[in-house]
């Protein structure tokens, strides 16, 4: 069956072929199981046959209809498998991507080191992804690309594309991991060949800054808290620092300011006190003692 690319990764094209064929198949079926109905029901109605007749057997109608539908149905499967088998089966010389999800956020790890919160890969080079899960079980899905595969914990699982078209797409969580499921987006952005390796072969940053914000990454916080001033899950770090807080503690308001140590005991100690219009769905977040200075300082740059 040829390989018509449908959509801007060839997976799309794969996955589309098939559907459309189990659909044409079963499209077909319903149209002659349909008119066969009709037909007898006309044909041999009361009024036409009001004295019932012994009907004898027809092993060549019982061999035809058993038979068809058996290679029909394996067809369906050939095709389908043939096309699982090549979206989970690793192509030579393809770019391999860590896919690391937590609650609510997707890291990109790149064999180079770098890391991203989105997935950005070059058009018309394949691709393989090595998925698993911080936490629980969430599931990655690529709609344009057609493929999804879930993240489990302490488990390794694959995915496979190569788009051929430059672009942004959407990249969503589609097994219900918690409050913040809806929430745990990102992208997919294809960029020219050249534009990705000026990008993949930048030195990032090596001050205090930019490692708080690597660790904010690293950690899934920006998965629910931004560090522009929009609203997400959780307040945006943007202006965070010293500004002044209502929270609800054991049921009562009560006014704080956000200052070292109020957010290092928020970090270890997380929903005790819940900020006025968002919910408690703050999960505990390890992080060690100079992590955590980190994370403040980087949020004290953030004004």
Same mark, same amino acid.
């Given at each position: 069956?040829?390989?018509?690319?449908?959509?801007?990764? !060839?997976?799309? /094209?794969?996955?589309?072929?098939?559907?459309?064929? +189990?659909?044409?198949?079963?499209?077909? *079926?319903?149209?002659?199981?349909? /008119?066969?109905? +009709?037909?007898?029901?006309?044909?041999?109605?009361?009024?036409? #046959?009001?004295?019932?007749?012994?009907?004898?057997?027809?092993? =060549?109608?019982?061999?035809? =209809?058993?038979?068809?539908?058996?290679?029909?149905?394996?067809?369906?499967?050939?095709?389908?498998?043939?096309?699982?088998?090549?979206?989970?089966?690793?192509?030579?010389?393809?770019?391999?991507?860590?896919?690391?999800?937590?609650?609510?956020? =997707?890291?990109?790890?790149?064999?180079?080191? %770098?890391?991203?919160?989105?997935?950005?890969? &070059?058009?018309?080079?394949?691709?393989?992804?090595?998925?698993?899960?911080?936490?629980?079980? #969430?599931?990655?899905?690529?709609?344009?690309?057609?493929?999804?595969?879930?993240?489990?914990?302490?488990?390794?699982?694959?995915?496979?594309?190569?788009? !051929?078209?430059?672009?942004?797409?959407?990249?969503?969580?589609?097994?219900?991991?918690?409050?913040?499921?809806?929430?745990? *987006?990102?992208?997919?952005?294809?960029?020219?060949?050249?534009?990705?390796?000026? =990008?993949?072969?930048?030195?990032?940053?090596?001050?205090?800054? %930019?490692?708080?914000? *690597?660790?904010?990454?690293?950690? /899934?916080?920006?998965?629910?808290?931004?560090?522009?001033?929009?609203?997400?899950? /959780?307040?945006?770090?943007?202006?965070?620092?010293?500004?002044?807080?209502?929270?609800?503690?054991?049921?009562?308001?009560?006014?704080?300011?956000?200052?070292?140590?109020?957010? %290092?005991?928020?970090?270890? #100690?997380?929903?005790?006190?819940?900020?006025?219009?968002?919910?408690?769905?703050?999960?505990?977040? &390890?992080?060690?003692?100079?992590?955590?200075?980190?994370?403040?300082?980087?949020?004290?740059?953030? %004004?």
């Amino acid at each position: 069956m040829p390989t018509m690319l449908l959509g801007p990764a !060839n997976t799309s /094209g794969r996955v589309d072929e098939t559907f459309i064929y +189990i659909v044409g198949i079963s499209a077909v *079926l319903l149209l002659l199981v349909t /008119g066969c109905m +009709i037909y007898f029901v006309v044909r041999y109605s009361r009024k036409r #046959h009001p004295q019932a007749e012994e009907v004898k057997e027809s092993v =060549w109608l019982e061999v035809f =209809w058993t038979v068809v539908p058996t290679l029909l149905a394996l067809s369906m499967f050939y095709f389908g498998w043939v096309n699982f088998k090549y979206i989970r089966t690793p192509v030579k010389d393809a770019i391999s991507v860590n896919v690391v999800a937590s609650k609510w956020a =997707w890291l990109f790890i790149y064999e180079n080191g %770098k890391r991203s919160d989105v997935l950005r890969v &070059p058009v018309n080079k394949p691709v393989r992804l090595v998925l698993t899960s911080a936490d629980v079980i #969430h599931s990655l899905y690529i709609p344009a690309f057609r493929i999804k595969e879930d993240c489990v914990p302490g488990i390794k699982t694959y995915l496979g594309f190569n788009a !051929n078209e430059t672009g942004t797409y959407d990249i969503f969580c589609t097994e219900y991991c918690g409050v913040g499921h809806s929430q745990m *987006l990102s992208k997919v952005i294809v960029i020219s060949g050249e534009e990705f390796a000026k =990008w993949y072969e930048t030195t990032e940053a090596s001050g205090a800054a %930019k490692k708080g914000q *690597l660790l904010l990454q690293d950690k /899934g916080c920006l998965g629910c808290h931004s560090i522009d001033g929009s609203k997400k899950a /959780g307040p945006s770090f943007k202006g965070l620092y010293r500004a002044r807080e209502t929270v609800i503690t054991n049921g009562a308001e009560r006014t704080v300011i956000v200052d070292d140590a109020y957010i %290092k005991d928020y970090v270890r #100690h997380p929903n005790i006190d819940i900020v006025k219009g968002y919910q408690p769905i703050m999960p505990v977040i &390890p992080v060690t003692d100079a992590e955590l200075a980190l994370l403040v300082e980087y949020i004290k740059t953030l %004004k």
